[in-house]
């Protein structure tokens, strides 16, 4: 069965790195836009970085452009998320996601994207 998995979250604090993976289990990464969403309780989920895998063209929200870096694996069903100098706001559930029909325009949102892993905790201590 075809899904998505993420690793790599955990408990660091201000200023520190973690870096996130995400692997597509029985399919590959090819022709698809992989990208990454936050969502901390209470809050709606949230637009983090996408990347076209074909074009390896990237976006990033605002809030954590410059910080973090969207890239592909060597194996063509791994996508990482390299988050550095990592804040308390940054605190939330990640969730890696992706889907093969999506435009420019539709990028940040999550209704956009057919495939959801079940996402891993990152936590930024003041």
């Known amino acids: 069965q075809e899904q998505l998995v993420e690793s790599g979250g955990g408990l660091v604090q201000a200023g520190d790195s973690l870096s996130l993976s995400c692997v597509f289990s029985?399919?590959?990464?090819?022709?698809?836009?992989v990208g990454w969403f936050r969502q901390d309780l209470g809050k709606e989920r949230e637009f983090v970085a996408a990347?076209?895998?074909?074009?390896?063209?990237?976006w990033y929200s605002d809030s954590v452009k410059g910080r973090f870096t969207i890239s592909r694996g060597n194996a063509e069903n791994t996508v990482y998320l390299q988050m550095n100098s990592l804040k308390p706001e940054d605190t939330a559930v990640y969730y890696c996601?992706?889907?093969?029909?999506?435009?420019?325009?539709?990028?940040?949102?999550?209704?956009?994207?057919?495939?959801w892993g079940q996402g891993t905790q990152v936590t930024v201590s003041s």
């Open positions: 996601a992706a889907g093969s029909r999506i435009i420019v325009s539709t990028i940040g949102r999550p209704a956009s994207y057919d495939y």
């Open positions: 029985g399919r590959t990464f090819r022709t698809y836009t």
């Open positions: 990347i076209r895998w074909n074009s390896r063209h990237t």
